[in-house]
């Protein structure tokens, strides 16, 4: 059984950093699209990064652009999310996630492309 597992969550301060990590090693063929998805209670879930099945294009919401990168090791078994600046905004349930079609060369923020995810890992920023 596919299963993807989040860490690197936490409770940190205004302009720190963390890096986030997902375990992907369970999937047979790892060569799909993944990104990073967050949530607040309340909200709908929110694409932050995505990174084609390649593995050489990337894409991030406008509210992390410059401050998050999204980047996996060379057998696509752990997906990482790099965050630096972080705001109070940025707090709330983050879920990586393997969409299930190879798509094109680019790839996609909404949460409708993808159908595996994880169990997800909480991030809080205080001021």
């Known amino acids: 059984q596919v299963q993807l597992t989040e860490s690197g969550g936490g409770s940190v301060h205004v302009g ?24 607040v209670p309340g909200k709908e879930r929110e694409g ?18 410059g401050r998050f990168s999204i980047s996996q090791d060379s057998a696509k078994k752990t997906l990482y999310l790099t965050t630096h600046d972080l705001r109070p905004e940025d707090s709330a349930m983050y879920f990586c996630a393997a969409a299930a079609r190879r798509g094109g060369l680019s790839c996609s923020l909404s949460s409708v492309e993808y159908n595996t995810w994880g169990q997800g890992t909480q991030v809080t920023v205080s001021s």
């Open 16 to 39: 720190d950093s963390l890096t986030l990590s997902c375990d992907t090693s369970t999937m047979i063929d790892r060569n799909y699209p993944r990104a990073w998805f967050r949530q």
């Open 48 to 65: 932050v990064a995505c990174i084609n099945f390649i593995g050489d294009v990337t894409d991030y919401a406008d509210s992390v652009t």
